[in-house]
């Protein structure tokens, strides 16, 4: 009998220590520069993340994420955006105005009442557009003051289009509009 609960005793604790996972990030950082057509610098900074969560015994990859984020600069830092995990698709210079449009993604939270008296939280992500026009309230060289982006909406953004020159951002499609179904 005592046999048995030494037996149990050490396979609950390999059971546990295998189940353990060490926590392996690799960080990528790519930067693109492109010279636009009206004489300004743009400078895209994307910043991929890959973890990976492998068995200390086993090596075995249990989970793989991945996150990415986007900044950029115009000018060597006359316009600063850091969207985080939006996806810049088109930046809009105007006389004296910048607007940025981009993509992220939003989680949308759908709460079911079951029978019971649970409550099922089930979701979805979504991608959807954002239209900022970018605030310049720096003053002395631009060392005192802020700098801020504000949202706008997505007619104010196509009447400028009109008169305004667009530009495409550098990136890498990692979202779109067009969602796919649950089949692909």
């Known amino acids: 009998m005592k046999d048995h609960l030494y037996l149990r005793i050490a396979v609950l604790f390999l059971i546990i ?3 353990n996972c060490t926590s392996e990030t690799e960080k990528q950082v790519d930067k693109t520069n492109k010279l636009l057509d ?7 900074k994307k910043t ?13 990859n249990y989970r793989t994420t991945h996150s990415y984020t986007y900044k950029f600069t115009v000018d060597g830092g006359d316009v600063n ?3 985080g995990s939006g996806e810049p698709k088109h930046i809009l210079f105007c006389e ?17 009442d079951t029978t019971s008296t649970e409550i099922n939280n089930n979701g979805y992500n979504m991608v959807e557009e954002v239209f900022e026009l970018y605030i310049d309230n720096r003053y002395f060289f631009k060392l005192f003051g802020d700098d801020y982006w504000v949202e706008i909406t997505p007619e104010s953004y196509a009447n400028k289009k009109t008169s305004c020159d667009e530009y495409n951002i550098p990136n890498d499609n990692e979202l779109s509009l067009v969602q796919l179904g649950k089949d692909g």
């Open 48 to 60: 991929n993340e890959t973890t990976k969560e492998i068995g200390i015994f086993s090596k075995h």
């Open 38 to 44: 009206n004489g300004m610098r743009l400078v895209v």
């Open 81 to 83: 955006w850091d969207g």
């Open 17 to 19: 220590i295998c189940s």
């Open 96 to 112: 004296n105005s910048v607007y940025v449009h981009y993509l992220k993604e939003k989680y949308i939270s759908v709460q079911r």
